[in-house]
């Protein structure tokens, strides 16, 4: 065996960074967790507008997300201007204050910066369940 126990407690201070396709198989588990427990969660898909700078504004966006998101919080990249978060646990309204922190916090850390944020938000449906 290559692996041991402790491989998987390392524990990581900030979002989890993914590809699209794991973000996907995250959220189809996420699905099942949800239709067990009850519980909630969120899908957040956040835009950089026009007036971006592309590639600085994105990973300065990318920075706030893993840095300003629960470590359980997985974020994924789909394009090169927009990135796909799943708020486990998180309201629809919950969700939206979020984002909201997660704008200000991008702007007070790049003022210089004139992207502007657009954020969608939508609870997390059991349709399609896998």
Do not use: W
Not at 6 to 21: K, R, S
Not at 43 to 64: H, M, N
């Amino acid at each position: 065996m290559d692996f041991t126990v402790e491989d998987f407690t390392v524990y990581q201070m900030q979002a989890f960074f993914c590809t699209f396709e794991i973000f996907q198989n995250i959220v189809a588990l996420e699905k099942r967790h949800i239709e067990r427990s009850g519980q909630e969660s969120s899908i957040a898909i956040v835009s950089l507008e026009k007036e971006a700078v592309p590639v600085t504004d994105a990973r300065r966006l990318e920075r706030i997300l893993l840095e300003g998101l629960r470590t359980g919080d997985p974020v994924a990249r789909p394009e090169a201007n927009s990135y796909i978060v799943m708020l486990t646990g998180a309201t629809v309204e919950r969700a939206s204050y979020v984002m909201g922190r997660i704008d200000r916090e991008f702007h007070k850390t790049y003022r210089h910066s004139k992207a502007h944020l657009n954020y969608q938000i939508a609870p997390l449906n059991l349709e399609g369940a896998g």
